[in-house]
């Protein structure tokens, strides 16, 4: 991570000290795959703050990617505004064309849904991108609530 100082509680456990916060090092390297290889995704939920955060781990360029897609074609927005939010999100993307792992900061998910107790907010999920060290901890795998 950025100041390579690492902390454990024995040989198994990764915390990095990562820009004075320190994150889990498994969860950073696991981000840090996905960022390096766009298009590949995997389900996860985070526990952040005391909130599940469950959907698809994606990688920086595809979170602005789709996020400059979206922008440009949503028809509620001035052209004007539309073009140059759209723009900035191609401006992030291409920031994370040639990502490094030791700077991993940010997680991000689409289809992702907040759960408060067993109802899911959005209920069909969008895109969230949050800091690596507000999440204190995750599972593989993205939750699904089954309704009758």
């Known amino acids: 991570m950025s ?7 024995d040989d198994n456990e990764q915390a990095v000290l990562n820009y004075g916060f320190v994150i889990d090092g498994h969860l950073a390297s696991l981000v840090g795959l996905i960022n390096n290889n766009p298009g590949i995704c995997i389900g996860i939920t985070l526990t952040v703050g005391g909130t599940l955060i469950s959907g698809e781990l994606i ?3 595809e979170y602005f990617d789709n996020l400059a897609t979206l922008l440009h074609r949503d028809d509620q927005v001035e052209d004007s505004i539309r073009n140059v ?6 401006w992030m993307s291409n920031r994370y064309s040639t990502p490094d792992i030791n700077k991993t900061v ?3 998910l689409k289809d992702a849904q907040h759960y ?5 907010v959005p209920t069909r999920g969008g895109y969230w ?3 690596l060290c507000d999440v204190s901890g995750f599972t593989i795998g993205s939750m699904s609530v089954i309704q009758n």
Not at 85 to 90: I, P, R, T, V, Y
Not at 116 to 120: A, C, D, I, L, R
């Open 3 to 9: 100041d390579n100082i690492c902390t454990s509680n």
């Open 59 to 61: 990688s920086g360029k």
């Open 85 to 90: 939010l759209s723009d900035e999100m191609k």
């Open 106 to 108: 940010y997680i991000h």
């Open 116 to 120: 408060s107790g067993v109802t899911p």
């Open 129 to 131: 991108r949050g800091r």
